[in-house]
């Protein structure tokens, strides 16, 4: 049996890793708490490496902070912290729900949204919230830094743009709900069987003055091998009023685009249809109604 | 080697590690510090949970130098100074420690949250703790006792939970904590993983991972030459006997011919390090022919099935068990109704928190030989020296492993001895042998210690499960519903080695009509071999299984009568001068009308409705009844043999030392021994010291299973000290001794007629459900139980008992399932195998009945797996009454009972691992 990796390093500074990860040469990784990545290696499910590179502790991106028009997450942000910042829970519930059903306690108290984006599973829940809120991420390469939008980062399951043997993603941000702005998240698991996530999704509206919809994302996990944008649901919701019939109508509208199948030993094709056609209208009226709270 | 620096529970630590550490592994193995224990190894279970920087993580996949220059704090530092931690006072008072394995993590989980609130100033509640607990299992306690002491320690006035029961007398009816909790809640109780031998090696196991094959050859040379490999050993290297097994010795100790399942040893390694031997073992060669599996134990019968021990003329028929009472046709034709449905149970996991391990002694070990101490006075243990083979382990059965163990080495028994350490969790999984002649066999070619310790997934993949059963049955009533007949068929999977196969399918056969009075009963039940992971012994040893298809159709029985459910099980409920199914007239001790009383009362004061909507949810109960034989029966010897030093102490009054060779795996069987001797010698309990399981000084109680050592061992105890207290009387300055062989009132096996059982203790719950109409998800919100016991002989640990069967209960109604496909598992992992956390803890209300059994210590007979066995029943019960769906497959499916939801389907037979429809069972089976 050969150990997961040979070295272990929790640089202090973005140019420390970076070196490090030149150093390596492709045979180093980054990780944020390591939670998912760390149970699968245990699986042995991922190639050993000779260097692990854990991107918590570098000064400076252990804060949650608000500029430029920002909320900004350092990637040392552990799920916990989101869950009880209260910026993240007035003007980015989405996220701060969809952190507070990760795993348990222990795993939230070491795991990192940013871990969560890296790692580009197809429905981390973390993700889908930040997802719903147009996040971005930075990221920081021996070339530089750069901002991307996170649905841009999915290449497939487990698989990123973000060259994690190379680069580090360093912050997050997203612009926070304001007035007449509101988000929500849900998620459905079902024991039995494999135990395993049905659907998470997430949502963010705003409405105008007259309580139209005027800017919407949906956001949703697992339909697909990479986290999805439901733009057709988004597009049929634009310039209406909220309503039962009109979230409704979203729902069919992601279901028109998706192709369920069933998953053996964690849904059938008709329960994870259900579970969307249940949960989404529900969450696009609390952040709805969330919305008409904030005017 | 890198240097790493913590701070650990308050003290600077500085060692040199690999990198490559988790925490977890410097704790306990570079610091020695085994406090915190390890359960999964995939931040699952969550009892590995210590704070980093006030902080509770899983130091199972926390990376040690990701702890660098951190503080940390471990159940080792909860006490300051000698002093008791509010927590672990109130873990104490409480019984919130049962076999004690995943308490270090409880505690630290808890501590932060103390911590935390006593930060905020904001009182802690008991949804709070419910958020904090969530993902730290406990296998033992049912949740309610350990959040009740979390909010005792908060400060709050929080009593512990205990259920009236006769008045106490000097020892026996007082509530007392198991005498080895203390040791459980400051770190310091040591599980066989915990014990570290100079010069010791480590084991592995090469596992068949296929589920049916010939072996062709077997190439162990690579992994023999390997660097730091000191053995490699297959079948050709078993000096004795090539087999194990309690009741049928089929089970192959190291494969040589054919495996029979994915969990078959085919080769074990020793090596310097745990790595080097998985290494090992990737190293060895094995050419199979795979053969065509048998994957069900209904087609394992059919004329074509593949044979799984080739060698048997009866081919996959294990046994065929009958049970005949009156006339069945009779009692059919005179039925006015007949309800006949079939049923299905899934396989399922103890999921003992404590991974199996196992640690071989090789005879003439001297720890001294390998720069170890050796202490000439220690009796066990790393100091001493070791005559005999020895091995080290947390098992149910001591004398049973030593037999086994003696056989494989070609010794006398004689020449072998066990050393019960204390035992993280059993439930009937740890029964069998595991890893003990495995580690015996190596530690004796290599001369050295070996320990062999199962991760989570070996243990998962390894095991005997809870038999997967489909169960035919056919229910005859009077109008009035008197019951007429019954007529069950039932198929148990056996899986791939006999293990307990035919007793614990027995036992589900014997109880197939229930509690009940019928006079006419045919029960014909076959057990089957397959290739699945074999079935074994199961709290609740089959009655689970076949109590669900009973009390199911007594709902059905019920209203297709227009009579009450409750009504109808009061009317046909085992009473004195009634007889079971096997022809046992019952003489004494009958308590069933009264726990039916009891919780119907409960559940119908206030303004009872069986069921009402509350927005997208649904809420209704259930009722279901059981009954559990207490030992061995059906003609089996049923001894166990104690031995009592007792003596007069100036100070403290009578004293006295117990030993007794019966495991202590958290059901408080300590407490319950020396509440008996107390008794007799008129002493605190506190004064009685109990050793368990060392066969070279502790005599045979015989195996802790069937809900018996409380009745045997607990009589064989009380008996000796009666001995000694005579013996006090009359020279009180000299030492007392007695050795007391107790054999339990004789039985009839089953067939003959007459006493099959000495006792059966009797159960009635009522569940109340929430259903979401949304998700199909269930939840049980309440469970109001009534148990008769005979005697309450320690309520507090009584209580451990109940609550913790009731919510393992709930597993297996609505999340467990240990799915299996082919012979080939898919809960290769705990992350698929839910089992009850705190969040699915019920509200559990609990009557004790005490209706005496004349024989039992005190009038006590047994109670370890009667809570769970009605629970399942009581939730489909209720989950009928808020849906109208029958379910008649367990564990209860969201995704399939939402969709029978809203296709208005009126039963439900599918769960998912099943997709299969339920087979069908002909008339003539």
């Known amino acids: 049996m050969t150990h997961a990796w040979q070295h272990y390093h929790r640089p202090r500074s ?93 795993v939230r108290n070491v795991g990192t949204l940013a871990g969560n984006v890296a790692h580009a599973l197809p429905a981390g829940d973390g993700t889908i919230g930040l997802l719903a809120l147009d996040g971005e991420a930075e990221v920081a390469s021996a070339e530089g830094t750069r901002w991307v939008p996170v649905r841009d980062t999915f290449v497939g399951p487990g698989r990123s743009v973000i060259d994690r043997h190379q680069e580090v993603l360093t912050r997050l941000r997203f612009r926070p709900t ?25 949502a963010r509206l705003r409405l105008d003055a007259d309580g139209r919809i005027d800017s919407a994302t949906v956001s949703l996990g697992p339909v697909g091998p990479v986290p999805w944008v439901a733009e057709p649901a988004m597009q049929l919701i634009l310039g209406e009023s909220p309503s039962p019939e009109l979230f409704a109508a979203a729902a069919d509208a992601v279901l028109g685009e998706v192709s369920l199948r069933t998953s053996k030993y964690r849904a059938t094709s008709g329960y994870r249809q259900q579970m969307i056609r249940t949960w989404l209208p529900a969450i696009l009226g609390r952040a709805a109604s969330r919305a008409e709270g904030a005017r | 080697m ?75 530092g909860l006490s300051a100074k000698g002093e008791l931690h509010a927590l672990q006072r109130a873990f104490l008072e409480h019984g919130a420690t049962q076999c004690g394995i995943c308490t270090p993590g409880m505690l630290m989980t808890a501590k932060a949250l103390l911590d935390e609130h006593a930060a905020s100033g904001e009182p802690l509640t008991e949804d709070g703790i419910r958020v904090a607990l969530k993902d730290t299992y406990c296998r033992c306690t049912g949740y309610q006792a350990i959040a009740r002491a979390i909010l005792q320690a908060a400060g709050q006035d929080v009593a512990p939970y205990l259920p009236a029961t006769a008045a106490a007398a000097q020892a026996i009816g007082r509530p007392a904590p198991n005498p080895n909790a203390l040791a459980k809640i400051t770190g310091a109780a040591r599980f066989t993983d915990d014990y570290v031998f100079p010069g010791m090696l480590y084991g592995c196991t090469l596992r068949a991972g296929i589920p049916h094959a010939r072996i062709r050859s077997i190439d162990s040379s690579a992994a023999r030459a390997l660097d730091g490999v000191h053995a490699v050993l297959t079948h050709e290297d078993v000096p004795g006997r090539n087999l194990h097994g309690l009741v049928t010795v089929d089970w192959p100790v190291l494969c040589g011919d054919k495996v029979r399942y994915v969990g078959d040893a085919v080769a074990i390694v020793a090596a310097d390090s745990a790595e080097t031997a998985a290494h090992a073992l990737d190293l060895i060669e094995v050419d199979y022919e795979e053969l065509p599996v048998v994957a069900d134990p209904v087609s394992a019968l059919d004329d074509d099935a593949p044979r799984v021990h080739e060698d048997r003329s009866e081919g996959n028929l294990l046994k065929h068990i009958k049970v005949r009472k009156g006339d069945v046709d009779a009692g059919f034709e005179n039925a006015e ?45 790393e100091t001493a020296r070791h005559v005999k083979t020895t091995v080290y382990v947390g098992s149910q059965i001591p004398y049973a492993d030593r037999d086994q163990v003696a056989a494989s080495l070609g010794k006398a028994a004689g ?79 056996g899986g791939a080695y006999a293990s307990l196969s035919e007793k614990v399918l027995t036992r589900a ?52 009568l227009g009579l009450d459910p409750v009504e109808l099980r009061r009317r046909n409920a085992l009473r004195v001068g009634a007889s079971t199914a096997t022809g046992q007239v019952l003489r004494e001790s009958t308590g069933l009308l009264e726990c039916i009383d009891r919780v119907d009362a409960e559940m119908r004061g206030g303004d009872f409705r069986w069921s009402w909507n509350e927005g997208p949810r649904r809420f209704a109960w259930g009722i279901a009844v059981g009954y559990k034989n207490t030992g061995l029966g059906g003609g089996a010897p049923d001894k166990a043999t104690a031995i009592v030093e007792a003596w007069e102490d100036a100070g403290r009054g009578r004293m006295a030392e117990v030993r007794i060779s019966s495991a202590e795996m958290g059901q408080g069987l300590p407490g319950v021994l020396a509440a008996c001797a107390a008794e007799e010698l008129g002493t605190a309990a506190e004064n009685i010291s109990v050793l368990l399981g060392d066969t070279d000084v502790c005599p045979d109680g015989g195996p802790t299973t069937a809900s018996r050592q409380s009745f045997v061992s607990g009589n064989a105890v009380r008996y000796a000290a009666e001995d000694c207290a005579r013996q006090l009387d009359v020279t009180p300055d000299k030492l007392a001794n007695a050795r007391f062989e107790y054999e339990a009132p004789a039985t009839q096996p089953l067939g003959t007629g007459g006493d099959m059982h000495v006792a059966f203790s009797y159960s009635a719950q009522a569940a109340l459900c929430e259903l979401d109409l949304r998700t199909g998800e269930v939840l049980v919100r309440k469970v109001v ?141």
């Open chain 2, 2 to 76: 890198s240097r790493l620096e913590l701070t650990l529970n308050g003290r600077p630590v500085s060692v040199d590690v690999p990198e490559t550490r988790y925490l977890s592994e410097v704790l306990r193995e570079d610091l020695g510090m085994t406090g915190t224990k390890v359960g999964c190894n995939e931040a699952e279970c969550g009892i590995c949970t210590v704070l980093v920087d006030g902080t509770p993580v899983n130091s199972c996949v926390y990376p040690a130098f990701k702890a660098h220059g951190a503080s940390i704090e471990t159940v080792e």
């Open chain 1, 14 to 106: 973005i140019d420390d890793a970076l070196d490090l990860l030149a150093h390596y040469d492709g045979n180093g990784r980054v990780i944020g708490g390591g939670t998912d990545f760390l149970v699968e290696t245990r699986r042995g499910l991922h190639r050993p490496q000779e260097a692990i590179v854990d991107a918590t502790g570098i000064e400076g991106l252990g804060e949650i902070a608000q500029s430029d028009g920002f909320l900004t997450i350092g990637c040392g942000v552990t799920h916990s912290r989101i869950i009880r910042h209260p910026l993240i829970r007035a003007h980015g519930a989405c996220l701060a729900e969809s952190c507070g059903v990760i795993g348990g306690p222990q």
């Open chain 2, 509 to 560: 056969t014997t109880h197939a009509s229930g509690p009940y009075d019928v006079p006419n009963v045919r029960v014909d039940c076959y057990a089957t071999y397959t290739n699945n992971v074999p079935s074994g012994a199961f709290r609740g040893f089959g009655v689970t299984q076949s109590c669900f298809a009973v009390e199911s159709n007594m709902d059905l029985l019920a209203d297709a």
């Open chain 2, 785 to 925: 139980a009534a148990h008769d016991v005979g005697r309450a002989l320690n309520p507090l640990t009584l209580e451990g008992q109940v609550e913790g069967g009731i919510v393992m209960g709930i597993g297996m109604a609505l999340t467990e399932h240990y799915i299996q496909e082919d012979g080939q598992p898919w809960t290769t992992v705990l992350a698929r195998y839910k089992t009850p956390s705190i969040e699915h803890a019920p509200a559990i209300s609990s009557h004790i009945v005490e209706d005496p059994v004349a024989a039992g210590p005190f009038g006590a007979k047994g109670v370890g797996e009667l809570p769970s066995i009605p629970v399942a029943p009581a939730i489909t019960g209720a989950i009928r009454r808020a849906t109208g769906i029958h379910v008649r497959s367990l564990p209860v499916d969201q995704d399939e009972l939402l969709r029978a939801l809203g296709d208005s389907v009126g039963e439900l037979e599918l769960a998912w691992g099943d997709r299969e429809p339920i087979p069908v069972i002909g008339d003539d089976a």
């Open chain 2, 337 to 381: 109704v007949v309800i006949d449905r079939t049923y299905r149970t899934p396989t399922t996991e103890h999921l003992f928190l404590e991974p199996e391990c196992s640690i071989g002694i090789p005879a003439g070990y001297n720890p001294a030989d390998f720069g170890g101490r050796l202490d000439v006075d220690a009796e066990r243990g």
């Open chain 2, 415 to 493: 020449d072998v001895r066990i050393v019960a350490t204390l035992t993280g969790g059993g439930f009937g999984g740890k029964e069998d042998i595991a890893g003990q002649v495995h580690a015996a066999l190596l530690a004796e070619a290599c001369g050295r210690p070996v320990k062999i310790r199962y991760s989570r997934q070996e243990s998962l993949q390894v095991h005997p499960k809870r038999h997967a059963t489909v169960i035919r049955m056919r229910t005859g009533a009077k109008k009035d519903g008197t019951l007429t007949a019954v007529h069950a068929t039932l198929y148990g999977d």
């Open chain 1, 178 to 202: 304001g007035d007449n702005e509101g988000s929500a998240h849900h998620r459905v698991m079902r024991p039995q069987g494999l135990c395993l996530p049905i659907v998470s999704l997430a």
